[in-house]
Each structure stands twice: as C-alpha cells, then as structure tokens.
C-alpha cells in the first residue's frame, strides 16, 4: 500500500525561477507596473461627491448600497448590471484564451502579479537562482536569518499595503489611513486588513504556482477553449530534436542534429517548473520567460531565434493561422453586446426612479358625496448629484385630485412639488380621489408619473391600479 501511494502522490518541491531579461520579462514588467499603479494609486484621487459623502472617484459605499465609479453611480436597483459584468468579464477572458491562450494567467492575473512582486524581493535579498538554492540546503547562520527575516518582513508589508489599499475602496482613503495610524479604525476594517494581508503573504510567498496548477479552476477547463489556430508558447520538436547534447559528439557525428543544445535554460526560468520541450501542458502560463531564456542562448550562439515562439498549433504544421473563426466571433461578438448594453444602460438611464404601493387596508374609501378614495405609498428616489424639484401626476383618470401628505407646495395646475436632495429617497402618502360623477364599477387603470422641473425634464411613470366597489 505505501508503494502505490508513494506512485500516485509526489511530494512538492520549491521552485527557484531564474531571472531572465528580455522582450516578455520586459512586458510583464510593464504590466506589473501599469495595473499595480491604478490598483494603489485610484483610491486616491479625489472626485466631487455631494453631502457627506468621501470625495473619492472610486467608492463603494455598502451602508448607503452604492457604488461610485466617478460619474457613475450604481444603485441597489441596478444590481443586475453586476451580473451583466461578471458576464462580460467571463466572455473577455474566454475571447483572450481562445485567442492567445493563458496570455492573462501570464500578464494581467493579480497572482501572477504578486508572485512576481515577491519573486523580485526574494532575489533581492537571497540572490541569484543558485544563491537561492544554496542557501536553503545550508546551516542557519545569522548572515542567513539576517536575509531570510528581512525578506519575510517586505512580504508582510507588500501584503499589508496591499489590503490596506483594498479596503480603502470602501471608505475615504486618507481619512481611513489616518485611522489605521491612530488605531481606531473600525473593527471590520482591522479584520479586513488582517485577512488579505495573510492571504496575500501566503499565496503570493508559499503557494506561488501551486495556485496557478492545482487551486484555480481557470487552469483546468481552459483546454476546452483551445483549438489548432490557439497562440501558445510552443517549442518546436522538428527544429530543436533531436538535441545537440554534448558538442564535441555532436562534431564527431555524422547524423543530423536539432538546433536545441540542451542548456535547460527554459526549465530553470519557467515560474511553474515544466519543460515547455515536453509539448502542450496545463500548467504553462505563458508568460513568455522560456521564449526570453531560449533568445538569450542563442543570440550569444549567434542563431536564429524560433526555437521557442508563440505560434499556434496550426503553424507549426506548416499552414497559416486563422485568426478570423467561428468561435473567435463568436466570444467577440458577445461580448461586444453586453458591453454595449451596459454602456447604452448607464447612458440612456433616467436619474428618477417612482415606486408605487396600494394601501390593502382599506383598498378603497367610499366618501360622504358618493366619490371614491384610494391611498398609496410613492416611493421617489432622485439619482442625480443635484437637487431636483418634481411634479407628480395621474393620467389615465378622470374627474380625480390628488394630494400628498406632509407637502403643501403645488404648481398652477394644482400638481403636488416634490423637491429631493442628490441621492435622496423619499415616501410619500398620496390619496387620490375620484368624485362621484366619473365614479363606474369594478377598478381601473391609471399611471403615476413623476417630471422634473427642468432643462432636462427627466421622469419615470408606474402603472397602478384605482379600487372601487
């Protein structure tokens, strides 16, 4: 029993990526730094907001229940619009996988990114791939203790500005910093703080590519979404096999050899620790690092850099790739219909919201002249930042009046005004009353419609119901 057990399990062994510059390192660089920039930096930039609230450009409010991504502001009602996004984001990343592979595992992935980050710091303190190697299959010494406290203590700081930037998305960044400092931050932001801080010293320090291979889902069903026009990083077997080996063999023989000198200089790089010469495999990111260790071989060989290229299957039998197929258009052309039916939706919205609630108990009131009462409950909600003035009327019955209580002001019409502040939600009890003349039997019905005073005239209207006996 312990034999196979030791044949279907292998225990981890640490990976020590080697540094390699080059084009992709050099890309993935800039990735780092583009989307690390506005995940720290957009917290901080302050935008306009009424009343009270944090003069933040991205706020996402859960006590009030909105969301504020500069001028867009996202109610509870329009929740809906998440889950067209977790849509759209879904089908961008099916679009990019059947497009270029696992290119966002590589370049855009937050634990790519914070792997990389840590990878980074790691180097700086212990050194090189083989200083790295070296030093963990050596004694303790204080030199080593010295090196290894000080990189675990930049991990734990990386994680804590990290999460701490992360929960200033919910509150005002500068006033919440300064809390943190003196603190008396709320306890929901000191847990917050403490959980992605440990999470992020974990996986970005420990699981590192045991995240990418055995944790997210993404690695295991993104074959499905491949085909034979898929760019991939792909070594090529008619090119490099078979390997040159040693080189003074490879003088004295006869045989035709490959262009592949096996240095290993792919393997030592590769941040999951396979061999990209083994063919197509899940756990291959394509990040490009072995494409930049192959190129740094060769040209101090002074040969041709295609041994190791994005490519796709289809090439490297010698045909052109399509980039113009059916599942391309497909993934693109879905996802360019949710992404303009979010746009056209937050355009194209009314900035008043009406909601209307009959009274059940009693559903009508029979009055002394013979006419007929109805009670509601108006719910209005101003999403504008400005405050508005609103006239509210019925259309759709005759011979009634209207009045709300608690508001007086109307206008020559005899319409109730409303006026609300930016944001604000406000009820209102309405009692609409139709005069014995126009009064028929059984219920009737009618609209409520609520216009605001102004150049813009925004209004929104709620078919109800009028009772009578």
């Known amino acids: 029993m312990a034999d196979i057990t030791n044949s279907l399990y292998a225990d981890w062994k640490k990976q020590y990526p080697k540094y390699q510059s080059g084009f992709f390192r050099n890309l993935r660089w800039a990735s780092v730094i583009i989307l690390l920039g506005m995940y720290y930096i957009i917290p901080f930039i302050r935008w306009d907001r009424p009343g009270d609230l944090p003069k933040q450009a991205v706020l996402f409010d ?16 329009e929740i809906f619009l998440l889950a067209l996004l977790l849509i759209a984001a879904a089908l961008a990343l099916f679009f990019i996988t059947a497009l270029a592979g696992r290119v966002f595992c590589g370049y855009m992935c937050f634990q790519t990114i914070w792997t990389d ?3 980074q710091v790691e180097r700086m303190f212990e050194g090189n791939r083989k200083r790295r190697i070296k030093m963990d299959q050596s004694p303790w010494t204080l030199g080593k203790m010295a090196r290894k406290v000080g990189k675990h203590v930049v991990w734990v700081f990386i994680g804590l500005i990290t999460a701490g930037v992360f929960v200033f998305y919910f509150d005002d960044a500068p006033t919440l910093l ?10 929901a932001a000191w847990v917050a703080l403490s959980l992605l801080t440990a999470t992020t010293y974990i996986m970005a320090g420990f699981a590192r590519e045991q995240v990418c291979i055995y944790m997210c889902p993404y690695a295991r069903f993104q074959g499905v979404m491949f085909d034979d026009d898929t ?17 003074r063999l490879r003088r004295l023989s006869t045989e035709k050899v490959g262009l592949c000198i096996d240095c290993r200089e792919c393997v030592t790089v590769c941040p999951t620790g396979i061999d990209i010469r083994n063919g197509q495999q899940y756990e291959c990111i ?7 260790a192959c190129n740094s071989v060769r040209d101090k060989l002074h040969l041709a850099n295609e041994l190791i290229r994005y490519t796709s299957l289809r090439e ?23 992404l303009l039916a979010i746009s056209l939706f937050l355009y194209n919205r009314p900035l008043v919201k009406l909601n209307v609630v009959h009274h059940r108990q009693p559903t009508f009131i029979a009055l002394s002249d013979g006419g007929i009462q109805n009670n509601f409950t108006v719910r209005t909600l101003n999403m504008s930042q400005q405050k508005q003035t609103y006239v509210l009327d019925v259309l759709g019955l005759e011979g009634v009046t209207m009045k709300v209580a608690a508001v007086d002001a109307t ?13 604000e939600v406000a009820p209102y009890t309405v009692y609409v009353r139709q005069d014995a003349a126009h009064v028929h039997p059984g219920a009737q019905d009618f609209t409520f419609k609520l216009v605001a005073l102004g150049p813009q ?7 109800s119901v009028f009772m009578r006996p």
């Open 62 to 77: 859960l006590p009030g229940r909105k969301f504020y991504i500069f001028d867009i502001v996202i109610w509870p009602q």
């Open 117 to 119: 980050l840590f990878l």
């Open 178 to 187: 300064k809390r943190f400092l003196h603190g008396d931050a709320p306890a």
């Open 231 to 247: 760019i991939i990083v792909a070594y090529h077997p008619e090119l490099g096999e078979p390997r040159q080996g040693n080189r």
């Open 286 to 292: 394509t990040c490009g690092a072995c494409i930049d």
């Open 316 to 338: 490297m039998g010698g045909q052109q790739t399509r980039w113009f197929r059916f599942r391309i258009l497909a993934y693109g052309t879905l996802l360019s219909s949710f």
């Open 411 to 423: 206008d020559d019409q005899g319409r109730p005004i409303l006026a609300l502040g930016p944001g």
């Open 457 to 463: 005239g925004e209004e929104d209207s709620y078919q």
